[in-house]
């Protein structure tokens, strides 16, 4: 037996979490088939229904429903593995996406895009367990500050997310360029000492797993050597075959080179990070028209996914985006990946990828 991620009565054999990625890359397939070997599934909730006929007319109710039908496939799918989903607090009525996973069954829920400062009273009559994505030592902090003070409880988990994920960044640009790996490890050993102080109020172990750039057992192996219990980790497992991704989307992070994975302004105001395709480099004439006054007009239909969305200021609908890049229509689509996605250069199976963190972890334990 190698180091398992014990998260309160949940054990994963082996200590890996699979990222949740919207829109649909990661749904009931691939979470289930990471829980059924060994490592936690997740399922995105960010437009979870785009595939249903009901979506174009009603996105939220359509998107609630699919909550508990994928948390069930995925289960179908996991034999008794652990299955949890992944809700942005950016959400559009996050609240009740987290109450529709809860009452589904949903093991965990991971929530960042903003301080999911409510979350332990919208699942207080449910088993699920509740962990916070934090960047820095300070939203560490605050985080459980908060939930400490207001709710009497500590995260189930905390994840630690880097400057190298994929799809939105929780820094500025120049904080990402300008951060290096050195610098970033010495926040995560702070972030940790963070939460070993909630550990001993809470006479718990609070496990902790860091995300961003994790893509084989070595940068396993390197976490657990910074005090990690485990990772999270997203890009690898878009390019296996149980990825619920169109087999295009794929294709294009197995033929990105390492020059165009690029940084990109999303939308929503925040840094996300991209490969650069005829989409993005569309976007990119089209702000530069916008500066010498070339006029856009915006007549998008607004998929009511985010709380701070105004169609007539944005450069292009974000869901629109990525919803043509997980069918396959790559030229108009937003493809999001992580830093390592030119990495990929072949399709592999889920339970190859998990293989090798297995064996990883079991030598780093041994």
């Known amino acids: ?5 014990v998260i309160g009565d949940l054990t994963a054999s082996v200590p890996v979490i699979q990222g949740g990625m919207g829109v649909g890359v990661s749904l009931s397939r691939l979470a289930g088939n990471v829980a059924k070997c060994g490592g936690i599934g997740i399922i995105s909730t960010a437009q979870i229904g785009y595939q249903e006929p009901e979506f174009e007319e009603n996105p939220i109710e359509t998107n609630l429903k699919a909550i508990a ?6 289960k179908e799918i996991a034999q008794g593995g652990i299955v949890g ?20 069954g949903a093991d965990l829920i991971i929530s960042g895009a903003g301080l999911p400062a409510k979350l332990p009273a919208l699942v207080e009559q449910f088993k699920t ?8 030592v300070k939203s560490a902090a605050v985080i459980c500050k908060l939930w400490d003070r207001k709710y009497q409880r500590c995260p189930d988990l905390v994840v630690i997310e880097g400057p190298k994920a994929g799809g939105h960044l929780g820094f500025t640009r120049d904080e990402v360029e300008q951060s290096t790996d050195a610098g970033y490890e010495q926040e995560i050993q702070g972030i940790i000492k963070v939460i070993q102080e909630y550990s001993k109020k809470y006479e718990r172990h609070i ?17 657990i050597e910074l005090g990690a219990d485990g990772v999270q980790v997203a890009t690898r497992f878009v390019t296996t075959y149980e990825c619920d991704a169109s087999d295009a989307y794929k294709q294009a992070y197995i033929q990105a080179e390492k020059e165009d994975i690029v940084l990109v302004k999303s939308p929503v105001g925040m840094p996300g990070r991209a490969v650069r395709n005829a989409f993005i480099r569309q976007e990119e004439s089209a702000a530069q028209g916008a500066q010498e006054g070339i006029e856009r007009t915006n007549t998008w239909k607004c998929y009511q996914c985010l709380e701070k969305c105004n169609p007539a200021e944005i450069p292009y609908c974000i869901t629109r985006a990525l919803v043509n890049a997980v069918k396959g229509n790559i030229d108009q689509g937003l493809i999001f990946c992580g830093t390592n996605a030119y990495r990929a250069r072949k399709l592999e199976h889920v339970s190859e990828v998990m293989e090798e963190f297995r064996s990883s972890a079991e030598a780093c334990h041994s």
């Open 207 to 223: 496990p902790v797993v860091v995300a961003g750039g994790i893509y084989d057992g070595a940068d396993l192996n390197h976490a």
């Open 85 to 104: 989903v992944n809700i942005m607090v950016a959400t559009r009525r996050y609240e009740d996406y987290v109450k529709a996973a809860a009452k589904a």
């Open 129 to 136: 367990k509740i962990a916070p994505v934090v960047s820095s």
């Open 1 to 5: 037996m190698g180091r398992a991620l």
């Open 69 to 74: 039908k994928h948390i069930n496939k995925a």
